[in-house]
Structure formats: structure tokens, C-alpha cells
């Protein structure tokens, strides 16, 4: 029975996440949502949507942890700086409609160039730390 709790749990707490990023999705698209919601709303629906995470999901724990704090943080904040009547007004509009999330391609494509850049980054900076460090030898 614990194996099907668990399951139903998980089933739940994914439907939960798909009606918020629809209200996302309202939300960014609504005209009266202030700007800084606006851009919450746009980074949390782009890093949701992107097939690349800031950390992969092949590294232990690490790689499940991120998606299970920075999209859940993300639309807490969004929701924050939103009016509590235009969000709740969202997110009843977004339960009616949860398995319709429109495909946002240039906010996605923005973040997964984000996220190379900064894996770019950080291993340019690595080679350039082990560099150093044989250059000192």
C-alpha cells in the first residue's frame, strides 16, 4: 500500500505544478500582471519548459534537488509579487485548462543559452585554475 501512496502522491504534486505553471502562463499573458511578475513568471515557465537543467539530472541528488526547490521557489515568488485577486483569478482559469501549456520556444531557447554559457564558464574557469596550477609546477 505504501507503493501506491507514493505513487498517487507524485501524481498529485505534478498535477499541482502543471495548474501553477499554467497560471504562470496566464499570469505573463495577463495585462494588468506587474513587469517584475512578468519576468518571474517568464524565467520560472522557460527553466520549466528547457530541456537543460542548471544542474544535470544524472548527478546524485543534486541533479532531483534543483528542480524540487527552484521551480517551487520560483513560483512562490512569482505569486508574491503578484495582486492575490488577479493570481487567484489565474490560477481558477488555469485549473480549468492544466494539461494546455503552450510551448514558449524563445524564452526557452534564452535559458538553455543561459545555462550553457554557464557551464561554459565554469569550465573555462576550471581548465584555466588547472592551468595555472601546472604552470606553477
Do not use: C
Request: proline share 7%.
Amino acid at each position: 500500500m505504501g507503493k501506491r501512496l507514493r505513487r498517487l502522491w507524485g501524481l498529485a504534486n505534478r498535477r499541482r505544478l502543471a495548474v501553477h505553471l499554467v497560471a504562470l502562463y496566464k499570469l505573463l499573458r495577463h495585462p494588468q500582471t506587474p513587469r517584475a511578475s512578468k519576468i518571474v513568471a517568464l524565467l520560472v515557465l522557460a527553466y520549466a519548459l528547457s530541456p537543460i537543467d542548471l544542474i544535470p539530472d544524472f548527478i546524485p541528488i543534486l541533479g532531483q534537488l534543483d528542480d524540487l526547490i527552484i521551480l517551487p521557489l520560483g513560483i512562490t515568488l512569482a505569486v508574491k509579487m503578484t495582486p492575490p485577486a488577479l493570481w487567484q483569478a489565474q490560477l481558477k482559469e488555469a485549473e480549468a485548462h492544466a494539461g494546455h501549456l503552450p510551448r514558449l520556444l524563445w524564452p526557452v531557447i534564452g535559458v538553455v543559452l543561459l545555462i550553457l554559457l554557464l557551464w561554459a564558464a565554469l569550465l573555462g574557469g576550471f581548465v584555466w585554475l588547472l592551468a595555472g596550477a601546472f604552470a606553477d609546477t
